[in-house]
């Protein structure tokens, strides 16, 4: 297990809440790049491959829970994008 790779994964995590209520509250998807989101939550489930074949540590916890932020992230940008054509 790596203090530094759980230092990153944390520092990255912490800002999704914070744009998960921005998502939820505006219902807009200014600011929002879905490809970004995409790339990031590819990024985020090879980490999670990686550690279930390769190294498996509890680390692994971290890259699920930034993998589920940015899930719903994605989720939002799509219904935010439902309600912004339904207006």
Known sequence: MSF???????????AWPAS??????SRDNSGKS??????????????????VFYH???VIWLYVLNALLVGIDICLYFRNSMIKRSV
């Open 56 to 58: 498996y540590d509890n």
């Open 20 to 25: 998960i209520s921005k998502s939820y509250t």
């Open 34 to 51: 879905l490809a970004f989101m995409l790339i990031i939550f590819t990024g985020y489930v090879s980490g999670v491959f990686h550690k």
């Open 4 to 14: 530094f790779e759980i230092i990153m994964l944390v520092c990255f995590g912490s």
